[in-house]
Structures are given as C-alpha cells and as structure tokens.
C-alpha cells in the first residue's frame, strides 16, 4: 500500500519518467490521436533564461522555413499560473509531434531540472 500512496502522489512525475525512458505513454486512451491530427509540429522545451535566443533564432527561423512549422512555445502557447509544470509539459508534448530540447547550460543549472533530476535518481 505505501506505493499506492507513493505511486498516488507522484503519478505525473512517473508517468513523465516512464515515457522518457522507455516511450510508453500511461493513462491515455488506446486511440490516440494520428500525427496529422496534432496541433503542433514541435513542443520547446527551453530555459527562461534562453528564452531570448528561442523567440529571436530558433522560432523565428523554424517558423519561417518552407512550409512553416508550428512550434508550441511556452511564452505563447501554454497557460500560465494554475498549473502543475509536469501536467503543462505532458499536454504540450502530446499536442505536439515531436518536443526539441533546448540543452543548454542554463537548462542543466536550472531548479527544475535538479528537482527532476534528483527524483528520478532515487527511483
């Protein structure tokens, strides 16, 4: 029963592992929706401190290559406040066929990744 409860309390954390490790997805119905059916192309994971870059270099040039991708940002395209960030980051990515990680030195010092780094390690 203490992993009911353990499993209970941290059920998008592991959901959030289990798909980046092994690409299986919990909790969602088996008729999932086709590639073409997304709303978008990419989901960008990025620090805020390089948000910046993101907006002026990377979306600027994907959105204006031919044809255009759609890209999930997070300045933009997901809501703010009121959410959990592992329940925002696995809507985004499941909207989205593919998710570009902006691996950057200030995405590996930042809190969130440490949270998330350091929970996974003691699993």
Do not use: M, N
């Not at 592992?86 to 590996?108: G, N, P």
């Amino acid at each position: 029963t203490i992993f009911s409860v353990i499993g209970y309390f941290w059920r998008q954390s592991l959901k959030v592992w289990v798909h980046a490790h092994c690409g299986l997805r919990l909790g969602t119905c088996s008729e999932a929706p086709t590639e073409r059916d997304k709303l978008f192309d990419a989901f960008v994971s990025y620090s805020s401190k390089d948000e910046a870059w993101v907006r002026q270099v990377l979306a600027a040039e994907l959105e204006r290559h031919d044809p255009p991708y759609r890209l999930c940002l997070r300045y933009r395209d997901l809501p703010t406040g009121g959410t959990y960030l592992a329940d925002t980051i696995v809507q985004a990515s499941e909207a989205s066929k593919r998710t570009v990680l902006v691996l950057s030195h200030h995405f590996l010092k930042g809190k969130p990744f440490l949270i998330i780094s350091q929970q996974f390690s003691s699993i």
